[in-house]
């Protein structure tokens, strides 16, 4: 696609339930990252992938995130029993050349435990 | 976590004015960049500088980079209402090719 798209754009889901967010890079771009960003704070690293290599996963804050992208293409970042501390905005981005280039971000997913 | 950490924090200044902001990281770096983002929307890319680079143009914008220092400044000239946003630098370690935002310089630019 043109750019980086991710969806849901909003999600609000209640304490406990399990969250998918899903990311479509820029064709063709082999690296991609997971961020999360609070409110009036950079992004936070949390996990990247080169193809469908999960390179690093050493941001994810507990085991219950993980990430996947299977086909080097669309990643999925999935939250499992949410807690309200989860709540923030999600952004992918994704690169040519493994991250030796600049990064091209979405517009995010905002997600809000309830 | 924050490699970077961007200085001011916040900066006022006049329609037409110049801005500059700096950056100071910790650990050896591939390249920096340096994105915008307006009122907690999307990041936009602004520019990239390498390890081996000392300087690059963009338009408005220039970007210097120390390494001896572990430092990095945007310059924007001319300022406009429209460059009013927070500015983040990320530092990209030599090693693995993720990377790692600031803390943000908040913009502001009075008509």
């Known amino acids: 696609g043109a750019g980086v798209s991710q969806s849901p754009r909003y999600k609000v889901t209640k304490r406990g339930q399990d969250v998918a967010l899903r990311c479509d890079p820029i064709s063709g771009h082999v690296s991609l990252y997971w961020y999360r960003q609070a409110l009036g704070q950079g992004p936070e690293f949390l996990t990247y992938f080169n193809y469908e290599a999960q390179q690093d996963k050493s941001g994810l804050p507990n085991d219950r995130f993980s990430a996947e992208r299977p086909e080097g293409s669309i990643s999925t970042l999935t939250i499992q029993r949410t807690e309200q501390r989860d709540s923030a905005m999600y952004r992918c981005?994704?690169?040519?050349?493994?991250?030796?280039?600049?990064?091209?971000f979405g517009q995010g997913t905002r997600l809000t435990v309830v | 976590s924050q490699q970077g950490e961007e200085d001011p924090q916040a900066l006022s200044i006049q329609e037409g004015e110049n801005a500059t902001m700096n950056c100071s990281y910790k650990?050896?770096?591939?390249?920096l960049q340096w994105y915008r983002q307006n009122s907690g929307r999307g990041l936009v890319h602004l520019i990239l500088i390498r390890s081996n680079e000392r300087e690059k143009h963009s338009g408005r914008l220039r970007v210097t980079l120390d390494t001896s220092k572990k430092s990095s400044s945007l310059l924007i000239t001319a300022s406009r209402a429209a460059d009013t946003a927070s500015y983040f630098c990320?530092?990209?370690?030599?090693?693995?090719?993720?990377?790692?935002f600031g803390t943000g310089t908040s913009l502001t630019v009075i008509p």
């Open positions: 990320a530092t990209a370690r030599e090693t693995g090719n993720q990377f790692y």
């Open positions: 650990t050896s770096i591939n390249n």
């Open positions: 981005a994704s690169s040519t050349r493994q991250g030796r280039a600049e990064a091209f």
